[in-house]
């Protein structure tokens, strides 16, 4: 089956930088996304992955290894608004997204 | 500002009366997506058209209708709504000819089913 998984939560403090993880398994793959949500609002597209590497911008980069089945989300200079959930998508042969349940980001002062 | 739009943005309901969701989009975009959240969990694609094409995932409940009159609105109908429906409905659209085919979200119908 299709799978997605991210941490459930991850605490990190203002200022500071925080990495979080998301492995994968799906029936092929035309790239990963990350996705920020804030509670009670709509997920809003952060980066996209489809080839090995990293891509930044600004604050927060993406990395992807497609033969691991890997991505991650570096996000620094931690500020308080940077709270919220996390997803990770991978579109799949079909085109449609396959999400995670998502990281929810705590960021203390 | 094009954009997605989604009315109305909280929803009450009585349990078993139907409701009607509906989005509609200023991007022009031909795929149209229905997503149902529930807290702390991922979306779940119930419907999608791409152009007039419709595709219903499997799992989607015989509860759940969709219909797509044209190519900038969208509707959700669920039939006899359960306490289990209670979630947010997001609606998303994204153009298969894009550089990412990266999905825009609408800011979601939160429903409540009393």
């Known amino acids: 089956g299709q799978n997605i998984d991210q941490p459930t939560e991850m605490t990190a403090t203002e200022g500071a930088i925080v990495q979080i993880n998301c492995t994968y398994q799906t029936s092929g793959f035309n790239g990963l996304f990350w996705y920020q949500q804030h509670a009670g609002e709509a997920p809003t597209f952060l980066s996209y992955n489809v080839l090995d590497g990293l891509e930044e911008k600004g604050r927060f980069s993406s990395f992807l290894s497609r033969s691991k089945g890997y991505s991650y989300l570096l996000l620094k200079e931690l500020q308080m608004k940077d709270s919220a959930s996390y997803l990770c998508?991978?579109?799949?042969?079909?085109?449609?997204?396959?999400w995670g349940a998502g990281t929810k980001l705590i960021i203390k002062p | 500002d094009a954009m997605v739009i989604q009315n109305p943005r909280y929803q009450v309901t009585q349990f078993g009366k139907p409701v009607t969701l509906s989005c509609s989009q200023t991007?022009?975009?031909?795929?149209m997506y229905w997503y149902q959240q529930k807290s702390s969990q991922a979306p779940k694609l119930l419907f999608h058209?791409?152009?007039?094409?419709?595709?219903n995932e499997a799992d989607t409940p015989d509860n759940f209708q969709s219909r797509r009159p044209n190519t900038s609105f969208c509707f959700l109908d669920i039939r006899s709504p359960g306490l289990g429906d209670a979630a947010m409905y997001l609606c998303?659209?994204?153009?298969?000819?894009?550089?990412?085919?990266?999905?825009?979200f609408g800011p979601g119908t939160r429903l409540t089913v009393l």
């Open positions: 998303a659209t994204s153009s298969r000819t894009g550089a990412y085919n990266e999905q825009f």
């Open positions: 991007l022009n975009h031909n795929v």
């Open positions: 058209y791409y152009d007039k094409d419709f595709n």
């Open positions: 998508a991978v579109m799949d042969s079909n085109y449609q997204l396959i």
